[in-house]
């Protein structure tokens, strides 16, 4: 098992009643794996299907493997104007 942070803002982070998680997840996770353990939890399922996710500041796709004590950021939609 690998230690992976999860960093949610916004509407992400109120759905979920939290602004970071902590998370274990098995060797050779991906970020879609790691998706579907975030919209399992209470709140989860008002995430999209598949929101933009950045590993350590960068876009990553969801077939991205993750490493131990990467940071997982699940960025929400953002309107500007």
Not at 18 to 47: F, H, I, K, N, Y
Not at 58 to 77: F, Q, T
Request: proline share 11%; net charge negative; no cysteine.
């Amino acid at each position: 098992m690998i230690p992976v942070r999860v960093l949610l803002f916004a509407s992400y982070a109120e759905a979920l009643g939290t602004s970071a998680l902590e998370l274990e997840l098995p060797r050779g996770a991906t970020v879609r794996e790691l998706l579907a353990q975030v919209q399992q939890r209470s709140g989860g399922d008002r995430l999209p299907p598949a929101p933009l996710v950045a590993v350590n500041e960068e876009y990553a796709p969801p077939g991205r493997e993750l490493a131990a004590h990467d940071e997982v950021a699940i960025i929400p939609p953002v309107a500007g104007g």
